[in-house]
């Protein structure tokens, strides 16, 4: 069955850095596009990143870009989010997702919290 599991969330300063990690299993991860959600409590989920499955395209929320680089390892079916600069309003849940077969999957989820 598809899998998707983050880590790499905790808390950082304003200013800090984190990468996301997000394993993948279950499927040819190689031949699906991938993205990363993030929702704030109180907030919809909103869309950050997408990245193709070769990694050769990548676009980005208007919050974060500039910030944030989407990228992947198909030899490890894993997807990363490197997010530098961070500031409070990024505080979220971070989710990665794909689309396969008719529906989304969704990991569980891991938090970051950027406050001093």
């Known amino acids: 069955q598809v899998q998707l599991v983050e880590s790499g969330g905790g808390l950082v300063q304003p200013g800090g850095s984190l990468r996301l990690s997000c394993a993948a299993s279950g499927f040819t991860f190689s031949s699906y596009g991938m993205s990363w959600y993030r929702q704030a409590p109180g907030k919809e989920r909103e869309l950050v990143t997408s990245i193709s499955n070769t990694g050769s395209s990548t676009s980005y929320a208007d919050s974060v870009k500039g910030r944030f680089i989407a990228s992947r390892d198909n030899a490890k079916n894993t997807v990363y989010l490197q997010m530098n600069s961070l500031k409070p309003d990024d505080t979220a849940v971070y989710y990665c997702?794909?689309?396969?077969?008719?529906?989304?999957?969704w990991g569980q989820g891991t938090q970051v919290t950027v406050s001093s």
């Open positions: 997702s794909t689309f396969l077969w008719f529906r989304t999957y």
